[in-house]
């Protein structure tokens, strides 16, 4: 007995003695290394000037997220950028401080190394970004009384014709200027200040803040210290609906361009946050033809990452201008003598005319991409024209949004298609025939303010009484004959 308890005692100690070392292993390969940085929340609070900023992480319970493991870019207002702004984190509430936080988060850890890059699905492209995806999105469900009914509605997030998707909640994205990416796209401090006259540009700015401290390393990221609080821009739907400047064009695309769509995916994610059991929550959809959905965060999504490359850009026109230019040029045939200060008359009068007609002249303040300020001659929008405004004689208001830019003008975009001879045909309903035959063989050309024409126009009436006609049904050209149709 004695000697199997010798034996026994001599085996545990070796089952320690290995079991410490292995350990010992197992600490040096797994464990922390000694020189790893701490998580952000532990950075800043080490750097001792952020003590609003950690408030609000506090308060937008983001301390768990920021003290773990993770990815992150954290551009982190200092406390001097609070003071700046008349803000303590005493009177800031729950959800400011959660404002305050997720728009200064971004997706992912970006150094200068790489943060002007473009992240492609074949790698990072130099110089060629100047936005990253947030973890900020404005409230997902918004809604609207229509007789007296509620109607609760999401943004659609993708671009015009195609499906939502329920997952992506349209997280907004920050701007940023780097001075690689300014340098590459020939843009510089005119550009910037264009936006914010009362701010500096560096060379590394992200909104109207200056970047103080840059590529501070942390265990879950990087963060760069910014001399501002930035809040979350607004996108360019909200820019354009919360403006009473606007509001006729507004009106113009809710009311021509504009369905809602049941969508049971939201209605279930509804009644899950809320409690509340609609009998619809619907995706306001956008025309299909319309350039971009101006709620739309993403860009075109064609890859993940492609709004950080570019965005839309809309010149809205303010009311005034707006309404003479429909009812003296738009609607001068197919409803004249409009009153341009009676717009319940002018939008009755507009639904006389054919959606390629308004759809043409919203798309032409439309553009697919970014115009900056000193590239509006280069920059074209789908129908190949530059946006035909003077930034300073024509801008009224301006404003960067989170997915693009926000130009307020004076005057309606001279479009082609409404200016040139061909406006003749296409603005007038007793030449309806003549304007599609012009469309299958001679838009391209007639509305060409380059070449000269004279065109001798043909009335449908005329055409009508030699036997010519044209079938919406098919779409054929017609001619009878003796009763005899040939299409």
């Given amino acids: 007995m004695y000697k199997f308890l010798r034996n026994l005692s001599c085996l545990l100690c070796l089952i320690l003695v290995f079991g410490g070392c292995r350990k010992k292993a197992f600490d040096a390969f797994y464990g922390r290394p000694s020189d790893l940085a701490p998580p952000i929340y532990q950075v800043l609070q080490s750097r001792g000037n952020f003590t609003n900023l950690l408030a609000c992480i506090d308060k937008a319970g983001y ?13 982190a207002p200092n406390d001097a950028a609070f003071q700046k702004a008349g803000l303590s984190a005493d009177k800031i509430t729950d959800s400011v401080a959660r404002q305050i936080v997720q728009y200064a988060l971004v ?102 803040a200056a970047v103080v401290n840059k590529d501070i390393v942390a265990q879950n990221g990087i963060i760069h210290e910014i001399d501002q609080v930035v809040m979350p821009l607004p996108s360019i739907a909200e820019k354009l609906e919360g403006d009473g400047n606007y509001s006729l064009f507004t009106t113009i695309l809710k009311k021509f361009l504009v369905t809602y769509q049941a969508n049971a995916t939201y209605r279930l994610e509804y009644t899950s946050l809320t409690g509340q059991s609609p009998e619809n929550v619907f995706v306001k959809n956008y025309a299909s033809a319309l350039t971009f ?32 230019y429909i009812a003296n040029t738009i609607l001068e045939f197919y409803a004249p003598n409009t009153d341009p200060n009676n717009i319940s008359q002018l939008l009755t009068n507009m639904a006389k005319l054919p959606q390629s007609v308004i759809l043409d002249l919203v798309n032409a303040h439309f553009f697919q991409n970014t115009v900056w300020p000193t590239k509006f001659a280069t920059t074209r929008n789908l129908a190949n024209e530059p946006a035909r405004f003077d930034a300073n004689a024509d801008v009224t208001d301006k404003q960067f949004c989170s997915n693009g830019i926000f130009y307020g003008v004076n005057k309606v975009q001279a479009t082609n298609v409404f ?53 919406p049904a098919n779409q054929q050209f017609t001619q009878t004959t003796n009763n005899q149709t040939t299409s």
Avoid at 63 to 75: R, V
Avoid at 176 to 185: G, L, N, R, T, V
Avoid at 300 to 314: C, E, R
Avoid at 422 to 440: C, F, G, K, V, W
């Fill in 107 to 208: 997706f992912n850890a970006y150094g200068t190394d790489h943060l002007a890059d473009f992240q492609s699905t074949t790698g990072y492209i130099p110089a060629a970004a100047f936005k990253r995806r947030t973890s900020y999105y404005s409230p997902l469900f918004k809604s609207f009384t229509s007789n007296g009914k509620d109607t609760i509605y999401v943004e659609e997030n993708r671009v015009p014709g195609a499906a939502v998707v329920p997952a992506d909640h349209n997280n907004k994205y920050i701007p940023y200027f780097y001075s690689s990416f300014m340098d590459a796209q020939g843009l510089t401090a005119t550009d910037y200040n264009y936006f914010w006259p009362s701010s500096t540009y560096t060379g590394f700015n992200v909104v109207n």
């Fill in 63 to 75: 301390k768990p997220i920021l003290s773990a493991a993770g990815y992150w870019t954290f551009f």
């Fill in 293 to 324: 959905a101006p709620g739309n965060e993403s860009w075109l999504k064609q890859g993940d990452n492609d709004a950080q490359q570019d965005g839309y850009t809309l010149f809205a026109p303010t009311n005034a201008p707006l309404s003479n």
């Fill in 419 to 471: 200016s040139t001879v061909y406006a003749r045909a296409y603005l007038d309903p007793r030449y309806s025939i003549m304007t599609m035959l012009l469309n299958t063989y001679y838009k391209a050309a007639i509305t060409s303010p380059g070449l000269k024409y004279t065109v001798f126009m043909m009335p449908d009436d005329a055409l009508a009484a030699l036997g010519y006609g044209y079938n």
